[in-house]
């Protein structure tokens, strides 16, 4: 199993930054591709943003320039520095592992348990 544990979330201004955390942990043989999700109350969860084991990235449209997310393949961590923050922003945000556990094993999600992000206007 692969346990994700999240970090960084908190009450922002609109306007603020702050950088969310996800490090994984357990039986771990490879992370092929990280994503960041959010879900508002009353709404659906959506892709925030993605990166692939080759560092390509995919980001929403809402956060495109102003999120950022970044991978450490040594420490099995992911980031997301999300900047010039919108009271819209405001959700739980989840970071989720697109991983295996053994070379014979295929590739399963692994999710986080969330981070609170609050955005004041």
């Known amino acids: 199993q692969v346990q994700l544990v999240e970090s960084g979330g908190g009450l922002v201004q609109a306007g603020g930054s702050l950088r969310l955390s996800c490090a994984a942990s357990?039986?771990?043989?490879?992370?092929?591709?990280w994503g960041w999700y959010r879900q508002a109350p009353g709404k659906r969860r959506e892709m925030v943003a993605a990166?692939?084991?080759?560092?390509?990235?995919n980001y929403a449209d809402s956060v495109k320039g102003r999120f950022t997310i970044s991978r450490d393949n040594a420490e099995n961590t992911v980031y997301l520095q999300m900047n010039s923050l919108k009271p819209e922003d405001t959700a739980v945000y989840y970071c989720?592992?697109?991983?295996?556990?053994?070379?014979?094993?295929?590739?399963?999600?692994?999710w986080g348990q969330g981070t609170q992000v609050t955005v004041s206007s």
């Open positions: 989720k592992a697109v991983a295996r556990t053994h070379y014979r094993d295929y590739d399963r999600n692994y």
């Open positions: 357990g039986n771990i043989f490879r992370i092929n591709a």
């Open positions: 990166i692939t084991s080759t560092g390509s990235t």
